[in-house]
């Protein structure tokens, strides 16, 4: 109905006004039958989850995924590190959600500017925000600001192939770098900087990234935490996957895991394993240094401090002291005693934040998360994944979150009789402003492109950096 409305007033008026005239028509008119319309904002894990669970639960649901890029997946295309292929293939399911004739997806729309929050919520039943976390955390030291220090966000984003980092200014010639945090973005860092590049040249690692660390000097990584081994962040397989780095040797220091055998036993079986595995490299790597490279592991440090006049030349750190009974819940207290590493590069990866992407989203900006309890943020406004919870877990913490906030959703917006014009009205905005709009079929158009010029060059694909490139490949 709507879409022969616009051909009625087809051009007869100004633009806004045809806006209008569709827009009461259509509210007047309509007999179509009530159907529920949800809009996801972000195509990342969390997007997809939840939209898999609401074509699960209603029959009838019509849900449009909305990205502020030309291209889907999130995290999966530009978090997972490219010598990770098997973590990707969550990617033919998120595919499959995305070509159910239920669901549409919208690319290169900007939401806070494209369009707004309060405008999605009169054109659906219900919106869901997904947009996940796009900033990192700042140490606020001095010495931030000098030249190399990285952020390890825009650094996993450069090697991963996010349009907004394709330029980071980053010195590899040099031969000491230390990485700020021991999560497991931590441990990707540290991986990439030491692994053979011939390991990666199979991988879909963008092509300027490899180019540049084909002629990296680093040969010494420093992977710098405030507590101590039991209270470390990273998993078991990947310290596994990094330690068994070939032509790469492991140095412990024996000091920080002083007393940790005796503790081993009272420990949970993941803690346990995970420990056992740290004192067995600690064993076998004794004093060798022999290798080309190397990874120093460094507990109860904190960095005060980048050191260095306009380039890094060195941080100070201070050494901290564990305060508190329970191990889990220990935290770091600073002593009186201070060391320096001297290091050309320092990467910081203490975790990352959300943004408030629209006034109108009630946002606590110490957490860097959307206010929300349990999902919900305001009547039909909800949110999920790290947008909601801060950046927390892995996929499968996000997946679980929000299959659980799909269910609210669905549960909510069940009764509802109201009719809304879903993306019709969004879509008419759209072409108002002038936004190109990109179908799953014109990503389909980019992710050809980017497989074949991968095969190329033996990668499983070559990523496309530049939006320009990809709006004029999506639009042919």
Known sequence: ???????????????????????????????????PKVCIVGAGPAGFYAAQQLLKSLSDVRVDILEKLPVPFGLVRFGVAPDHPEVKNVINTFHKTATNPRVQ?????????????DQLREFYHAVLLTYGAEKDRLLSIPGEDLNNVISGRRFVGWYNGIPADKDLEINLDVEEAVVLGQGNVAIDI???????????KSTDITSYALEQLSRSKVRKVSLVGRRGPLQAAFTIAELRELIKLEKC??????QDLTGIREIVPTLPRPRKRLTELILKSLDESAC??????????????????????????????????????AI?????????????ISCGLALRSIGYKSVQIDSSIPFDWTKGRVKNAL?????????????????????????????????LVCKEIASSNERKAGSDELCEILRLKGVQIVSYKDWEKIDRVEQERGRQVGKPREKIVDVTEMLEIAAK
Not at 7 to 35: F, N, P, Y
Not at 190 to 200: E, G, N, Q, S
Not at 249 to 254: A, R, V
Not at 289 to 312: C, D, M, N, Y
């Open 1 to 35: 109905m709507i879409n022969v409305l616009r051909c009625l007033v087809h051009g007869t008026t100004h633009e806004e006004m045809k806006l209008d005239l569709v827009r009461s028509c259509a509210r007047l008119l309509s007999t179509e039958q009530r159907i």
């Open 375 to 407: 999902g919900k943020v305001h009547d039909n406004l909800y949110s999920a994944g790290w947008a909601a919870t801060g950046p927390i877990g892995v996929i499968l913490s996000t997946m679980t979150n929000a299959f659980e906030v799909g269910k």
């Open 190 to 200: 540290a991986r990439i900087l030491l692994t053979p590049v011939d390991k990666l």
């Open 249 to 254: 040797k492991t140095l412990w220091q024996p």
């Open 328 to 340: 889990r819940d220990q935290v770091a207290e600073a002593t009186s005693e201070f060391e320096t």
């Open 288 to 325: 060798d240094s022999t290798h080309a490279k190397q990874l120093h592991p460094i507990f109860l440090r904190g960095p005060v401090q980048f050191r260095g006049t306009r380039e890094l030349e060195g941080v100070k750190l201070a050494v901290n002291r564990l305060r508190g009974d």
């Open 105 to 117: 997806f919208l690319g290169n729309i900007n939401v806070g500017t494209d369009v707004t929050i």
